[in-house]
């Protein structure tokens, strides 16, 4: 990874996984961004929300 560089991970993380596992890959979480889901299927009644994780080396 280039010394400047970032790492962007989308993921639905309902267990609060991302955070250790950046911790276990030597990386710093830079910022972490909520994204509203709109499912167009109708299949799910609640809303669904994701999360974008911006890393860079520690």
């Known amino acids: 990874m280039h ?4 790492i962007i991970v989308i993921a639905g993380d309902t267990h609060n996984l991302y955070g250790e596992i ?25 809303d669904f929300y994701e999360s974008i994780f911006i890393w860079k080396k520690a």
């Open 3 to 6: 010394k400047d560089g970032k």
């Open 22 to 46: 950046a911790k276990m890959a030597n990386l710093k979480v830079e910022d972490v961004l909520r994204r509203h889901v709109n499912r167009r299927t109708g299949r799910r009644a609640s």
